[in-house]
């Protein structure tokens, strides 16, 4: 099996599906490991998206179950979302990175110890290293294709990517 070197919440995959764009994801991290929530969360609704990460759990995500969970991390998720808290779990256990776009949970993951990456950070990670040469045009078109990111956070794409914001018309 190959070796993981990050888990998976829900929201960035569906983010780089929704783009066609989960190959990023293998190019960047190799093997990613989602717990059987998150599984359930990706394939809720049938869609283009699921299809295609239909193919990516064939290829470099796979699914893991989440060990018995320590008290002190099932007190802090406890308010969480089912997916999140058990990709916080996940990751706690193994020691790992999480990739995860919500917030709260980010929030709990950095209190945990665990090392946190979002969608952003993951498109600018792959323009450091020549994958894409644009961040903004991927994330305009995530969130046109129903991917919430706020105006904020993409005009702090924006100067972390040293691209120009085109404005709305």
């Not at 759990?57 to 008290?71: C, D, G, H, N, T």
């Not at 290293?129 to 045009?137: H, S």
């Not at 919430?148 to 993409?154: A, G, N, R, V």
Request: aromatic residues 4%; hydrophobic residues 50%.
């Amino acid at each position: 099996m190959a070796t993981v070197t990050i888990v998976a919440d829900t929201g960035p995959i569906i983010a780089f599906a929704k783009v066609d764009r989960l190959a990023l994801l293998a190019a960047l991290f190799g093997t990613l490991a989602i717990s059987p929530v998150v599984k359930q969360e990706l394939f809720a609704k049938q869609s283009l998206e699921s299809k295609r990460i239909k193919q990516a759990l064939s290829r470099f995500l796979i699914e893991m179950p989440v060990a018995e969970v320590p008290p002190r991390v099932a007190i802090v998720t406890r308010n969480l979302d089912s997916g999140e808290a058990e990709s916080i779990a996940l990751a706690a256990h193994l020691n790992l990175p999480l990739l995860i776009d919500d917030a709260s949970g980010r929030k709990v993951a950095m209190r945990l110890g665990t090392a946190v990456v979002g969608t952003i950070g993951v498109l600018l990670r792959a323009k450091q290293l020549r994958l894409v040469d644009t961040v903004l045009p991927i994330a305009s078109e995530m969130r046109e294709r129903g991917y919430w990111f706020s105006d904020d956070l993409l005009e702090q794409t924006a100067l972390l990517a040293t691209e120009e914001m085109h404005p709305r018309v």
